[in-house]
């Protein structure tokens, strides 16, 4: 800076040095290095990162594609029963079929082969895993909705509330689930039956009734865990000061708890639904197995494996396919889970 | 400590008396009765039949009835097969399931703590990852699957272990290791995490660096608190092999239990479904409340709430 000769001159002091255009050296200080990374970013880096994950991940959008896309293009249906060729083998024809073939026309084969009513079961596979999939997710969709309103209101009004409601999530995740699953989805069938007699409920016909007495049951049963985990990272998250500001903004609880709370707890949340779904699945290929499952003639991964254990002699096809399909369905929601804990909630990690 | 356990205790008699009361109602919802089945039952028979079972009473009645005498221990005569208390069938199947669920439990004990221990102490070698590896599939496999790849391969294919029933010794093998296929899995998991964490505390590091063998820092400081998170796992398991069991026994055909419940719901038989939902619900939460108390009484660190 150029000394004023005089320093009791008005003129201002300015420096026209300071008025050059800025050199590189200096532009240089001004660039964002690295952008600031979000929440959100941070995970799905850290997701992408994980091999193991990103694996799983693709198995199950290839699964999703396989029994949601697949059986529209497929040339035969699930209940379609195809006479004279019951019991064929993996990429086996019917005599019927191999005449049609011989005359030239196009018959599309039997890739899995078919069961012992002449039905494609390829088909049947990927309807099956359509049924796996859609319990597993909407099981998850509820316990997420109803255990995690009950683990925030219990954490956030605290007190006697909070005590009086973890005493039910003690009760209910104490109830053992299966002799309770099997006694409600036949104590359930007539009730829907007759409510899908009514007019404005024929999707319960559609859904089957089992599966709807499944739906219910996991809403009654299963959101105690969810419940606990909310209910314990709301315990901590409401001591902070932006709840303190958002009260004095003269926000309300539910929206406190809505925008505020839960929206911190996301990682959690994420998690925990997701790994609920193979859970999820797993009880429902339990219960089909026994029979209490989705209905005839719609088939599940379970039903499917438990229709073909009376073969097992002579079509051990018929069992290992899907058997092995919902082994891996659980598999690669496990694992996803597990790589969405370590990249978006590495605190719960162990 | 006392206030504690009384407090398990309370919350157990609750969550029974819940299950007893739902699943009274539940029952009586299902469609059809326990003698509708029998071949042309003429009116009167059926009512005279009703009344000696008490079946003719409002609900409300029926269940004032049932619990008093449950309370006194008497859980009533099947329905279905003639002359027998459910208490008498009770006692008569437990002890199949329970043998077979007992001797998951300690199989997958055995092999699972040993398996997680080697993992952990091999950590990022070959043998840590297919270990691994084994146990991820292990927990992704449902029981019926490993029951009818077992049948297969050992039953169907190679002959050497007979499928139904259970007479001898040979019988068991094969429903054994499909009950403790999941758990044996789990444990191998629990063990190995808990055992790396252990192994990294600094007390190991001490006894290493006082000169204790390798051999005694590993049974008498690691695994002695390594082992902790698995004994809080047996009370969920004996929960699993109970309900695992509905399946093995239904594969195998074994007359134990769960095939005792599921048959008696599909025929109705009121007082036997009453009676074996409310001894396992007991069973299984009486197992809980044990398992948390000595976990507490294990580990001096944790307090009690």
């Known amino acids: ?45 850290r997701f992408r990162k994980n091999k193991v994950a990103m694996v799983s991940l693709a198995v199950v959008i290839l699964i999703m594609i396989f029994s949601f896309i697949v059986p529209f293009f497929y040339p035969y249906t699930y209940e379609q029963q195809i006479r004279g060729s019951e019991h064929l083998a993996p990429m086996e024809y019917s005599e019927q079929e191999q005449e049609l073939r011989a005359a030239g026309e196009h ?9 012992k009513l002449g039905r494609d079961y390829a088909i049947r596979v990927m309807m099956g895993s359509r049924i796996s999939l859609i319990v597993g997710l909407v099981a998850a969709v509820i316990i997420l909705v109803i255990g995690s309103a009950f683990g925030s209101i219990a954490a956030f009004f605290g007190g006697w509330v909070d005590i009086l409601m973890m005493r039910v999530v003690d009760i209910i995740y104490t109830i053992p689930d299966i002799l309770l699953i099997v006694l409600l989805s036949f104590a359930l069938k007539a009730p829907l039956e007759k409510l899908g007699m009514m007019p404005g409920f024929g999707w319960i016909q559609l859904l089957g009734r089992n599966l709807i007495s499944i739906f219910i049951v996991f809403a009654l049963l299963y959101w105690g865990g969810m419940a606990r985990m909310v209910r314990s990272q709301i315990l901590t998250l409401k001591e902070s000061e932006y709840v303190t500001a958002a009260r004095a903004l003269g926000a309300g609880t539910a929206r406190i708890i809505k925008k505020h709370l839960l929206t911190n707890c996301i990682g959690t949340l994420i998690v925990t639904t997701t790994l609920q779904i193979p859970s999820s699945i797993f009880t429902e290929s339990f219960l089909s197995f026994l029979g209490l499952g989705v209905a005839v003639p719609m088939p599940s991964l379970g039903s499917l494996a438990s229709d073909a254990i009376n073969g097992i002699n002579t079509y051990p096809h018929l069992l290992f396919i899907p058997a092995a399909l919902i082994s891996l369905i659980i598999l690669s929601f496990n694992l996803l889970g597990d790589g969405l804990r370590d990249a978006f909630d590495p605190k719960m990690k162990n | ?78 329905l279905k097969q003639r002359g027998r208390t459910v208490t008498s069938i009770i006692a008569s199947k437990f002890p199949v399931s329970a043998r077979i669920g007992g001797l998951a439990v300690l199989a997958a004990f055995c092999v699972g703590v040993p398996l997680g221990c080697i993992s952990a102490m091999n950590r990022g070698k070959l043998g840590d990852s297919i270990i691994i590896v084994l146990a991820t ?32 010794w040979k019988h068991y093998i094969m429903p054994v290791t499909a009950l ?15 055992m790396l964490d252990v192994l990294g505390q600094d007390y190991m590091r001490t006894a290493k660096a006082k000169g204790v063998s390798q051999f005694a820092s590993l049974f008498k400081h690691a695994l002695r608190n390594a082992i902790l998170p698995v004994v809080t796992y047996l ?10 069991s509905f399946i093995v026994e239904k594969i195998f055909t074994i007359p134990g239990l769960g095939g005792e419940f599921i048959g008696s719901i599909t025929n109705r038989d009121y007082t036997v479904i009453m009676g074996t939902t409310i001894f396992l619900a007991t069973l299984m939460i009486l197992m809980n409340v044990l398992v948390d108390i000595v976990y507490k009484l294990v580990d001096p660190r944790i307090k009690l709430k």
């Open chain 2, 1 to 78: 400590m006392f206030k504690y356990i009384l407090k398990r205790l309370g919350i157990a008699v609750v969550t029974i008396w819940l299950i007893a009361t739902l699943t009274f109602f539940l029952m009586n919802m299902v469609p059809g009765g326990p003698f509708l089945s029998e071949k042309a039952v003429s009116p009167a028979a059926l009512a005279a039949l009703e009344a000696k079972y008490g079946l003719d009473k409002p609900l409300l009645e029926q269940y004032v009835t049932y619990i008093g005498d449950a309370l006194h221990g008497d859980f009533g005569d099947s």
């Open chain 1, 107 to 115: 018959v599309f084969p039997h890739i899995l082969g078919t069961d």
């Open chain 2, 235 to 244: 009370g969920p398991l004996l929960a699993y092999t109970v309900t695992g």
């Open chain 1, 1 to 45: 800076m150029k000394e004023n000769p005089n320093p009791l001159s008005f003129q201002a002091r300015i420096d026209p040095d300071d008025f050059l255009p800025a050199s590189n050296e200096e532009k240089q200080s001004l660039v964002i290095m690295r952008e600031s990374v979000s929440f959100w970013k941070d995970g799905v880096r």
């Open chain 2, 180 to 194: 403790a296929f999941y758990p044996t899995a789990y444990i191998t998991r629990l063990m190995r995490s808990s």
């Open chain 2, 137 to 168: 599939c292990g927990i992704a496999v449902p029981s019926f699957v490993i029951c009818t790849v077992l049948m297969y391969t050992f039953g169907v294919r190679l002959g050497w272990l007979p499928t139904l029933g259970l007479n001898s």
